[in-house]
């Protein structure tokens, strides 16, 4: 009688494919490729998926940086343009730098980071600069 209660016990019993500890399938999840896995792992690979989205969301606001500051040449009332176009880029930037943890998850995007945000900040200034040095300042 013991060892029906154990097989029992041991057939609702399965293990996490990314951990291999034992688990009770009643409380997995199914991770991205359809494989059981234990809630510890799925936290896991829920906090992860998390960081790389924000990682990769950095490189936006630079490129959306340098393209309102090339067009802040063009178009720029009352310099409303290039001041966007320096806070997007500063902000891409500061983020770059008090999170070094995401230059491994970003790659390639960390550079192009750096010069779309430095490039967007030039080009937001020449339209200023243009103006200062037509009054002379």
């Known amino acids: ?5 154990l097989m029992r016990y041991a057939a609702r019993m399965s293990t996490c494919f990314k951990c291999g500890q034992p688990m009770d399938p ?3 999840t199914y ?21 790389q989205r ?4 950095i490189l936006g606001p630079a490129a ?19 001041v966007l176009a320096v806070l997007s880029c500063v902000g891409a930037l500061v983020t770059l730098l008090r999170h070094p ?14 010069a779309f945000a430095i490039v967007g ?9 243009l103006f200062a040095l037509f009054l002379g300042l």
Do not use: F, K
Not at 54 to 57: D, E, G, Y
Not at 64 to 82: D, F, K, R, T, W
């Open 101 to 114: 943890e995401y230059h491994a998850r970003m790659g390639w995007r960390v550079p192009a980071t750096w």
């Open 31 to 51: 991770d991205a490729n359809g494989e059981l896995v234990c809630a510890r792992c799925s936290t896991l690979e829920q906090i992860d998926a998390g960081d």
């Open 1 to 5: 009688m013991a060892v029906v209660g």
């Open 26 to 28: 009643a409380s997995a």
């Open 64 to 82: 959306g940086g340098a393209l309102l500051g090339g067009v802040s040449i063009c178009i720029n009332p009352m310099l409303v343009c290039s």
């Open 121 to 129: 900040i030039l080009l937001a200034l020449v339209r200023p600069l």
């Open 54 to 57: 924000a990682a990769m969301s």
